[in-house]
């Protein structure tokens, strides 16, 4: 009962739709579902879309292309600045935090 016009178009917003499902999957290792809950989908949906965006951010702050390398470094990056964060709400200096880190790699 669809015109030719509206039949391309479901088409196509389905195959948007297939192309974001490949990225997420590619890119945060979304194949499995860990909740079969309407409500449990949306939540790891909504936070993997949310990741998506800060990567796509932090690509673009950076200027790196790809995604593989970018990935590593935004959640090292992330993960540093979290550690800085509990270490100032404990009552730590973070730059000695810094130190350590200059220590140990070296």
């Known amino acids: 009962d669809l015109k030719a016009e509206d039949v391309t178009e479901v088409y196509r917003r389905r195959w948007d739709i297939e192309v974001f499902f490949k990225f997420i999957k590619q890119l945060f290792n979304f ?7 309407e409500n449990g989908i949306k939540v790891v ?3 993997t879309m949310i990741a998506a965006i800060l990567l ?3 690509k673009k702050e950076t200027k790196q292309p790809g995604y593989k390398i ?6 090292a ?8 964060y509990l270490i100032i709400k404990c009552g730590g ?3 000695k935090m810094n130190a350590i880190l ?3 790699s070296s």
């Open 31 to 37: 194949s499995h579902l860990v909740n079969r809950s």
């Open 70 to 75: 970018p990935r590593l470094k935004f959640a």
């Open 45 to 47: 949906l909504y936070v």
């Open 56 to 58: 796509s951010a932090y």
């Open 93 to 95: 200096d973070p730059e």
């Open 77 to 84: 990056d992330l993960e540093a600045e979290i550690i800085k």
């Open 102 to 104: 200059l220590c140990n």
